[in-house]
């Protein structure tokens, strides 16, 4: 990660190589170019909603939306409005978002537009502030007790009417008829209101023809044992769609509802997290979530920060500790002054984000709602001719009537519609629960296809920060005396170098002697007046300039090297390089072992580059590197490997990020580059990127799954059907009981252990 201000420096003293820095630093340039011609926002993989990520969205909360089908026509009716640039409907979160071209208050459209696919909906515009789980509603059957009553008469109803019937065909009759209409009321009134409106192929509609078509063929009990069991399954699956939305949201809604405030004289005030003010001081104590992004003011502690990045290692924080909104104060008590509120605190973004993703829709996604459109006029046809035709053949109209209702039982969509999305809006939950974040489902499908991982080098595999690798000493001096002469040179100096050097000699405890005299040699180094006489302190060219023997100087092949020499006497070498992160050589193995090819793109020093690639295992490297020169080399792995996913986290790594076919981006890193990126990594950590692709490859099979479920279940009950072996009681089952199982499918992947 580029620091603030270190491309700027001047202090040149310690660049062994005249083409390089040398500084195990790789210098971010700002004046590099794209050079991809923006053809970023025109690949395949893009979704239409990433042209308005930026763009002022207006959101709108769609209650009692309890289809996922009737979701889609929504989304389909209000694109084609002339005032509507962009819009997506998000079944998982139950929310509209708009992109308009004028002023007008558009409310009582989309309402009039929603209500008239489904006349239960209520259009409400959001507050600035995300959605998540507490305002999220439940099913309205969940919700609803009169619906549990209406299931319980007409089961009781049922059973009277199967009971009756050897013994009493009156009652058992009038049982059934008033069981049937207590069930189906409310169905056959919705499909009568869609009709009136030009809606003929709802759920509603499907299913009140098939059990009407029932009782009129004399299959009273088959009408009422099939409506009682499609109430049953919408209960069920409305249930299961709201625990599903919760899950995933409690996963990623990490804000409080309430903070405790502490008053001017010293008393502590619970109020709303939402009233709380930027410069307000906040009471935290343990076990409780830091409610804002603030600073702590007093108290020691440790910090649980997995929620937010996903690492399991406590953060310890003190005093003047900035600390990010989400985390879990897990010993002291806190005092923390608030620095953004809530809407602009981290657990916010992350919402946002995650429910800005759930907007942006995968290819599958796409083709599964366009083929719902052509798949239930398809099969209401072939009920229609499954009905006519064989019956005028053969005379027998009761059969191939009640097979044709079967059809139109299965020809609802729903469980198609509903299989895919919700795959995907797992995925991003579970992405977010492990300091992923995804924008959107066209980030994780592209990411099904990687064949190659290209990563930036400083920031990304290694840490960004200058440690003293090693202490070379040549003329009887002790690492120790080596370390305090170079530390006393470099005392006057902000360079990374030169604090690196000051840092190991703190943590060595060393007493640093203040230099008498220093005189910075520009480009080369340092000479200053110590006790132990006059001292050299830089590269190879200072050393040289005064005629300084190194014959037994041996370069290192990797890392800064500063040279010293005592009264003109070569005395040794200090090595300082960028820290390899930890996890990385793990990480890219895990890559490996998935079939990726693994490459890092670098703007340092050869020599740095390949010491880096060594240790870590990483296939392929360049060095030398300018910006523009990334591009070009990112394009050429594309040709040679297939697609690419690039990891950075500077200035220069925006033109690379946006022109890959997946960018990721470090949480650390730069804005530029956050805002490229296609998925965010909000920790540092290299462990993440195979995360990612495991959780892609996850959601990936699980959405093909549900997709090949829900059309073989539908396909054999219509093979069965034609050769009289199915029923509507299976018919249904392939409706509604085929959505529940997808659903429950589509959250395991928030249960999946790494």
Known sequence: ?????????????????????????????????????????????ESEAREYDH???????????GCAHCASQMEEKIRALPQVEFASITFATGQLQVVTNTEEELLEIFQKICASIESEIIVKKRSGKAVGKQEMKKGRFSENKADLWEIGLGAALFLLGLATQEFNGWISFLALIAGYLILGKDVL?????????????????????????????????????????????????????????????EAVDLRPEVVNRIAEDGSVHEIAAGDAKAGDILLVRAGDRIPMDGVILEGESRLDTSPVTGEPVPVSVESGSSVTSGCVNLSGVLKMRVEKVLEDSMVTRILNSVENAAASKPKIDRFITRFSRIYTPFVVALALATAIIPSIVTGDWNYWVYTAITFLVISCPCALVLSVPLAFFSGIGAGSKRGILFKGGVAIEALQNIKAV?????????????????????????????????????????????????????????????????????????????????????????????????????????????????????????????????????????IKGQNIRTVMLTGDARENADAVAKCTGIDEVHAKLLPQDKVQKLQEIRQRQGSVMFVGDGINDAPVLAGAD?????????????????????????????????????????????VAFALAVKALVMILGLLGMANMWMAVFADTGVAMLCILNAIRILYKKD
């Not at 202090?11 to 053809?39: A, D, I, P, Q, Y």
């Not at 063929?217 to 044992?225: H, M, N, P, R, S």
Request: some cysteine; glycine content about 10%.
């Open 662 to 706: 997946v960018g990721a981006a470090m949480g650390s890193g730069a804005d530029a580059a956050i805002e490229a990126a296609d998925v965010v990594f909000m920790t540092s950590s290299m462990d993440a990127i195979p995360q990612a692709l495991k959780i892609a490859q996850m959601t990936g099979k699980i959405a093909k799954q549900n």
């Open 55 to 65: 763009a002022d969205k207006q959101i709108y909360l769609l209650e009692n939306l």
């Open 189 to 249: 009134l919705t499909a009568g209101k869609n009709i009136g409106k030009g809606r003929v192929f709802d759920e509603n509609f499907l299913m009140g023809v098939a059990t009407v078509a029932a009782i009129v063929i004399g299959d009273y009990k088959e009408a009422v044992g099939v409506m009682l069991f499609y109430r049953v399954g919408e209960l069920f699956e409305e249930i299961a769609v709201a625990r599903s939305r919760n899950q995933i949201m």
């Open 454 to 590: 290209v990563m930036d080098k400083t920031g990304t595999v290694t840490k960004g920060n200058f440690v003293v690798q090693e202490i070379i000493s040549a003329g009887g001096y002790s690492e120790e005396e080596l370390l305090r002469i170079a530390a006393a040179c470099e005392a006057a100096s902000s360079h990374p170098i030169a604090v690196s050097i000051a840092a190991a000699a703190r943590e060595r405890n060393l007493s640093v002697e203040q230099p008498g005299q220093v005189e910075e040699i520009s480009g080369n180094g340092i000479a200053a007046e110590l006790a132990a006489g006059k001292i050299l302190c830089g590269n190879r060219r200072l050393l040289e300039q005064y005629q300084v023997d190194l014959s037994s100087y041996q370069p290192k092949s990797y890392g800064t090297e500063v040279l010293l020499a005592v009264n003109g006497v070569y005395a040794g070498y200090l090595v300082i390089a960028d820290t390899v992160k930890e996890e990385a050589k793990e990480a890219v193995a895990a």
């Open 1 to 45: 990660m580029e620091k603030e201000g270190w491309n700027k420096h001047t202090h040149e003293h310690h660049h062994h190589s005249e083409e390089t820095c040398g500084c195990g630093h790789e210098h971010h340039h700002s004046e590099g170019t794209c050079g991809c011609g923006h053809e970023h926002h025109q690949k395949e993989t």
